[in-house]
């Protein structure tokens, strides 16, 4: 079955860097893009960027241009999203999710997230 | 930017039909589609282009995009239907979601 497995919680201070992990199991893993989604406590679904796993090309949002770097590792069927310059706003639970093959984008899998606390 | 904009909330009863609206600028020459949320969990897709359904996602869920309105309708609600619902578009190599409607089954 698929599965997107996310890294653990992460902690840290106003202007670090965080790299969160989405290991994919169960189906191809270049064959579908990965997407970050981020929510802040009691907030709505904000989406960061996408990557295509198989070129490496990837889309981020405006507001992340220029933060936000997202990778991944074949070998390992491993997407990555690193945020920086943190501040206490990035304080969320992401979320990596794969984009349904069709001519929508729809996100028919999502990680488990990830808690990620920015504070000094 | 695009934007879409759902009604906070909405409260039906058990058994009742449940009709949540997404709002956007001819938001109906795109594909739209939504999820469901949980507290604690991670969103599920329960519509997709405009009024598809995944599978294991039951029968009383439905989707309709026309005009300036997506809408998703849940016919006789269940307790088990309260959620969090999103809506969510493409619009120029973005992906916009709604702010999200609380479902309430009371």
């Known amino acids: 079955q698929v599965q997107l497995v996310q890294s653990g919680a992460e902690v840290k201070k106003p202007g670090a860097s965080v790299k969160v992990s989405c290991k994919a199991s169960?189906?191809?893993?270049?064959?579908?893009?990965i997407n970050w989604v981020r929510q802040a406590t009691g907030q709505g679904l904000e989406w960061m960027g996408w990557?295509?796993?198989?070129?490496?090309?990837?889309g981020y949002a405006q507001k992340f241009q220029g933060r936000v770097t997202m990778t991944r590792n074949t070998s390992i069927s491993t997407a990555y999203m690193e945020l920086s310059s943190l501040r206490s706003e990035d304080t969320a639970v992401y979320y990596c999710?794969?984009?349904?093959?069709?001519?929508?984008?729809?996100?028919?899998?999502w990680g488990q997230g990830t808690l990620v606390t920015v504070s000094s | 930017s695009y934007e879409l904009t759902q009604p906070p909330s909405v409260s039906v009863s058990p058994g009742q039909t449940a009709s949540i609206t997404c709002s956007g600028d001819?938001?109906?020459?795109?594909?739209a589609c939504w999820y469901q949320q949980k507290p604690g969990q991670s969103p599920v897709l329960v519509i997709y282009?405009?009024?598809k359904r995944p599978s294991g996602i039951p029968e009383r869920f439905s989707g309709s995009n026309s005009g300036n309105t997506a809408t998703l309708t849940i016919s006789g609600t269940q307790a088990m239907d309260e959620a969090d619902y999103y809506c969510?578009?493409?619009?120029?190599?973005?992906?916009?979601f709604g702010g999200g409607t609380k479902l309430t089954v009371l």
């Open positions: 990557m295509n796993p198989n070129s490496g090309n990837t």
């Open positions: 999710a794969r984009d349904l093959p069709a001519a929508a984008v729809d996100f028919d899998y």
């Open positions: 969510q578009a493409w619009d120029n190599n973005t992906v916009v």
């Open positions: 001819k938001l109906g020459d795109k594909y």
């Open positions: 169960g189906y191809t893993f270049t064959s579908y893009d």
């Open positions: 282009q405009d009024s």
